[in-house]
């Protein structure tokens, strides 16, 4: 099994490197932030609480999202392997994860993390928020998302660096050349 963690900050591109990784691996693609926003259309229950932390740029409460996980990891035991993008994203969860897959005789293999300076990151946020219209791209919000992702989440770097899982690839420049960087980790370790 190859089960990858994507990491970095919100607009770091996790997602854009996700599909691309899915593409060619054949992994299951887990994105929480998915998860969260198709639980927001559908208006459930959970949807509505969910959208009242992203709105303003907080984490969704731990056990919300590590709820939806675990079910999603059992349903899925035949799978090659997984590909985690936006989750772990806090201490919290990641030692959820790591005892999630155990239960299943399984561990992360590599965590990806798509390292892009800030304003960077404002810049493809505030022109996403221009085309897609996704409520949680604008000035304000990304402001607070990234307080949280130095606060909360840049945290498991370290916690991942202590298992000697992480692997920190430059994420400027076109999309195909930072995929080949993926490439290349994953390919040496899958050897
Ligand atoms: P997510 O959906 O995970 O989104 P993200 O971090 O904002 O974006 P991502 O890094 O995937 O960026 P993308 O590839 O799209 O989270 C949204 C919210 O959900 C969170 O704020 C939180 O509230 C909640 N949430 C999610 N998971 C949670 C969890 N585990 N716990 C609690 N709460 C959770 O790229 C961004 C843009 O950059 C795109 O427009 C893309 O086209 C562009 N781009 C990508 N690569 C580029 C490149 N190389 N050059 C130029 N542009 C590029």
Redesign the pocket.
């Known amino acids: 099994m190859l089960n990858i963690v994507i990491f970095?900050?919100?607009?770091?591109?996790?997602?854009?490197?996700?599909a691309k990784l899915i593409e060619k691996y054949g992994l299951k693609h887990v994105?929480?932030?998915?998860l969260?926003?198709a639980e927001i259309k559908a208006n459930s229950p959970l949807g509505q609480m969910?959208e009242s932390?992203?709105s303003k740029?907080?984490?969704?409460?731990?056990e919300v999202?590590i709820g939806m996980l675990d079910e999603l990891i059992k349903k899925n035991s035949d799978v090659e392997g997984f590909i985690f993008?936006?989750?772990?994203?806090?201490l919290e969860?990641g030692k959820a994860l790591d005892e999630m897959l155990e239960k299943n005789g399984q561990s992360i293999s590599l965590v990806l993390s798509?390292e892009v300076k800030d304003e960077?990151l404002v810049e493809?946020?505030l022109?996403?928020g221009e085309?897609?219209g996704r409520s949680?791209?604008n000035r304000e919000t990304i402001e607070s998302?990234l307080k949280?992702y130095y606060d909360q989440t840049a945290p498991l770097k370290e916690f991942y660096r202590r298992q000697g899982k992480l692997h920190e690839i430059y994420?400027?420049?076109?999309?195909d050349d930072?995929f080949a960087a993926m490439e290349k980790v994953i390919d040496s370790f899958a050897q």
Do not use: H, N, W
């Not at 970095?8 to 996700?18: F, I, L, R």
């Not at 993008?85 to 806090?90: E, H, N, S």
């Not at 994420?171 to 999309?175: A, C, D, R, T």
């Open positions: 970095g900050a919100p607009g770091s591109g996790k997602g854009t490197q996700s994105s929480t932030g998915d969260l926003r969910a932390y992203m740029g907080q984490l969704v409460p731990d999202v993008d936006g989750f772990p994203r806090t969860q798509l960077e493809r946020l022109k996403r085309i897609s949680d791209d998302r949280v994420g400027e420049g076109s999309i930072i």
